[in-house]
């Protein structure tokens, strides 16, 4: 079965950064658009970023400009690099595969543990 496993979250100051990592096993991300997803405490999740094989890049008006998608098809990985963090972002973050059909978005059932990140004033 598919299992994806984020990593790299912590506890970092505001203004800080991180690099989030993302892994899979039963899946390859080549051909598939990959996307970054938060949810914060007592929020819904959110998608943060959204990466189309490196050529179409959407991101959040919230982490736009602070936040980059990329991803290393030879590692069959997905990162996530958050600079100039606030304590808004602090979140439980999440990565996966969305696919686009009946003019809709959709995401991978099989959703990883997420990593946690904090950012304290």
């Known amino acids: 079965q598919v299992q994806l496993v984020e990593s790299g979250g912590g506890l970092v100051q505001t203004g800080g950064s991180r690099r989030l990592s993302c892994t899979a096993s039963g899946m390859t991300f080549s051909g598939n658009t990959m996307g970054w997803y938060r949810q914060a405490r007592v929020k819904q999740r959110e998608l943060v970023a959204s990466d189309i094989s490196d050529i179409i890049i959407r991101y959040a008006d919230s982490v736009k400009g602070r936040f980059t998608i990329s991803r290393n098809g030879a590692k069959n990985a997905v990162y996530l690099q958050m600079n100039s963090l606030k304590p808004e972002d602090t979140a439980v973050y999440y990565c996966?595969?969305?696919?686009?059909?009946?003019?809709?978005?959709?995401?991978?059932?099989?959703w990883g543990p997420g990593t946690q990140v904090t950012v304290s004033s």
């Open positions: 996966n595969a969305r696919y686009y059909r009946c003019s809709t978005w959709y995401e991978n059932d099989s």
